[in-house]
């Protein structure tokens, strides 16, 4: 819904639509048909859905959605299933977006893998990620 209330400046498309030009686009499909579309044209061989696939100065972008509301268990699962995006070759920008607790400063894993393990990754806020996609 975010996304389709034009948040990141342009309306989300079908994938008949995404398919029929370059122009920067995002995907609207399901988790299901975004991975379809990424295997089959980007390279992606990961076998989960994704939560975005998008389109900007004429590079893709493939990427997993996570809101962390907590520290430990389901929620570090839920943070190590986001940043499984970038064990997998793609030809596509990979990308985490990660929201909540995660960028509370701590000895906590999940900050503790952000500014060491995955210190050089394309982890952000949904609030900077329209600034990331223009800049593009």
């Given at each position: 819904?975010?996304l389709?209330?034009?948040?990141?400046?342009?309306?989300?498309?079908?994938?008949e639509e995404?398919?029929?030009?370059?122009?920067?686009?995002?995907?609207?499909?399901?988790?299901?048909?975004?991975?379809?579309?990424?295997?089959?044209?980007?390279?992606?061989?990961?076998?989960?859905?994704?939560?975005?696939?998008?389109?900007?100065g004429?590079?893709?972008v493939i990427?997993?959605?996570?809101?962390l509301t907590?520290?430990?268990?389901?929620?570090?699962?839920?943070f190590?299933?986001?940043?499984a995006?970038?064990?997998?070759?793609?030809?596509?920008?990979?990308?985490a977006?990660l929201?909540?607790?995660?960028?509370?400063?701590?000895?906590?894993?999940?900050?503790?893998?952000?500014?060491?393990?995955?210190?050089?990754?394309?982890?952000?806020s949904?609030?900077?990620?329209?600034?990331?996609l223009?800049?593009?």
């Amino acid at each position: 819904d975010w996304l389709r209330k034009k948040s990141l400046g342009i309306t989300p498309v079908s994938l008949e639509e995404f398919m029929a030009n370059e122009e920067d686009a995002i995907l609207d499909a399901s988790d299901r048909e975004m991975m379809d579309f990424a295997r089959n044209y980007l390279g992606y061989r990961r076998n989960k859905g994704l939560d975005f696939v998008a389109r900007f100065g004429g590079k893709y972008v493939i990427g997993e959605a996570k809101f962390l509301t907590d520290f430990g268990g389901h929620q570090n699962a839920q943070f190590d299933d986001a940043v499984a995006i970038f064990n997998n070759e793609a030809r596509a920008i990979r990308i985490a977006i990660l929201d909540g607790v995660v960028y509370i400063k701590g000895k906590n894993k999940m900050y503790t893998s952000l500014i060491t393990t995955y210190k050089d990754q394309n982890i952000m806020s949904a609030l900077v990620l329209r600034d990331f996609l223009y800049q593009l």
